[in-house]
């Protein structure tokens, strides 16, 4: 790899910069970081995710009860997997993204209790091979320290958006890959890492998910930048991809009746907007979410705000309230709901 990695800035790339330059703009990070339980839930969804593509088989529910410290049948490996996953993605506001030292720190966490050479390069001879096929032959391991030191020093000093230079390094880190294992969940791990340190948005939103979502034309992208010897076209990729994340993730507008932190007393017709963001939850999550950000909701509003009828939000609050979930405080025309912990 040279100094400067090759690729070509196109019309259509500066589009897509500018397109999702401006879908971060209109975000309201805080929406998405206001809900515990929405980070945590993205936060499953990218673990999920950038495992799955590794052939990881476990759920996001058995990964959310390994989260929470519960008992999850699977294999030695597919758990540890999950587990080095979750201490790797905790640590991420904590590395900086051309340090090699911190890169090969994540490295040993993400990889700990599956290599005994978690944290090292590789030293021997590694290729991509699938059905029977070799797809990748990548540089000699004596090569690895100094092509990626030359990487992170083009990072470092890199002139273009973080939104490219996130896309050339986690192309160019692919192509070295410089692990013996956990080079694709590493290389995805860091162009997250680099595009937070553009913006903390992207600490919140399930990039490895989408991802996985299209995992064919992933993989497609980094053969055919193989070929081509330029990074452009998986680019172009990895650039469409996280504006197809940030549009699934944008929020939605919910009429309350009044704002979070109002009494509850509050006049119950004071029109206030709060973002909520609802992607991908069940009815019931979308409800708890709602009902945290203004316990006054009325059912309608429920319904209105989630895109449900009525007779689906009521099924759904008598399933939290027989949960223990839900417990409403005072009569159904002034009271007000009570989310449980």
């Not at 990218?46 to 410290?69: K, P, R």
């Not at 001879?125 to 690895?144: D, M, R, S, Y």
């Not at 409800?287 to 429920?302: A, C, G, K, M, S």
């Not at 009525?310 to 007000?336: C, E, F, H, M, V």
Request: glycine share 6%; hydrophobic share 40%.
């Amino acid at each position: 790899m040279s100094t400067i990695p090759p690729f070509t800035i196109t019309a259509d790339i500066v589009n897509l910069v500018a397109a999702i330059s401006e879908q971060v703009g209109q975000l309201n990070a805080s929406a998405l970081n206001v809900s515990p339980q929405l980070r945590k839930q993205n936060r499953i969804k990218t673990i999920t995710g950038t495992l799955a593509i590794e052939g990881n088989t476990l759920s996001e529910e058995q990964i959310t009860a390994i989260i929470e410290g519960k008992p999850v049948l699977g294999s030695v490996r597919e758990l540890a997997e999950v587990k080095g996953a979750i201490a790797a993605y905790e640590a991420l506001v904590n590395f900086k993204a051309h340090n090699i030292t911190d890169l090969l720190s994540a490295h040993g966490l993400m990889m700990a209790d599956i290599l005994t050479q978690a944290g090292q390069f590789r030293h021997k001879a590694v290729g991509i091979h699938k059905g029977g096929e070799v797809h990748h032959v990548a540089p000699p391991a004596h090569q690895v320290s100094g092509l990626m030191a030359d990487l992170m020093q083009w990072l470092q000093h890199a002139k273009d958006h973080p939104l490219i230079t996130s896309c050339v390094f986690h192309y160019e880190f692919e192509f070295i890959h410089p692990f013996a294992d956990g080079n694709g969940r590493m290389g995805r791990l860091w162009q997250t890492l680099i595009l937070s340190q553009w913006h903390p948005l992207f600490l919140s939103l399930p990039l490895e998910s989408m991802i996985k979502d299209h995992q064919t034309q992933y993989y497609q992208a980094l053969e055919q930048a193989d070929e081509q010897a330029d990074s452009t076209v998986f680019i172009h990729f990895m650039l469409s991809t996280i504006a197809k994340t940030l549009a699934q993730n944008a929020p939605v507008s919910a009429p309350v009746s009044a704002p979070v932190n109002a009494p509850v007393n509050a006049p119950v017709n004071a029109p206030v907007n709060t973002d909520v963001n609802m992607t991908g939850l069940k009815t019931t999550e979308a409800i708890v979410l709602l009902l945290q950000h203004n316990p006054q909701l009325t059912r309608q509003q429920l319904a209105d705000a989630i895109g449900k009828d009525l007779r689906t939000i009521g099924r759904a609050i008598s399933k939290l309230q027989q949960t223990d979930r839900l417990k409403r405080i005072g009569s159904d025309k002034t009271g007000y709901w009570q989310v449980q912990p």
